[in-house]
Nanobody, 121 residues
């Protein structure tokens, strides 16, 4: 069964940096888009950054120039490097992967369990 396991969340001061990792495992036939969404209290989940299997990237306007998404296809892992962090980046960050599970006819979206990031002094 496919699983996405995140690591790297926590508390950071404004202006600081954090790096998130998310490893996919379990019966993967093909891994397509991977990336990160976030959900702040009282708000809808929103796209932060996405990277395709061809390494094309998409970013939310609010994080452009500060966050960088990347992937290691050999490790089925996606990363999010977050710099110049702001209090408004505070949210639960969810890893996302569009994955074709072995023996499945089509790809489906999978989510990690979420990791809390808090930006404050």
């Amino acid at each position: 069964q496919v699983q996405l396991v995140e690591s790297g969340g926590g508390l950071v001061q404004p202006g600081g940096s954090l790096r998130l990792s998310c490893a996919a495992s379990g019966g993967i036939f093909a891994l397509y888009d991977m990336g990160w969404y976030r959900q702040a209290p009282g708000k809808q989940r929103e796209l932060v950054a996405l990277v395709t299997s061809g390494r094309e990237t998409t970013y939310a306007d609010s994080v452009k120039g500060r966050f960088t998404v990347s992937r290691d296809n050999a490790k089925d892992t996606v990363y999010l490097q977050m710099n110049s962090m702001k209090p408004e980046d505070t949210a639960v960050y969810y890893c996302y992967g569009r994955i074709n599970e072995r023996y499945s006819p089509a790809a489906s979206g999978y989510w990690g369990q979420g990791t809390q990031i808090t930006v404050r002094t």
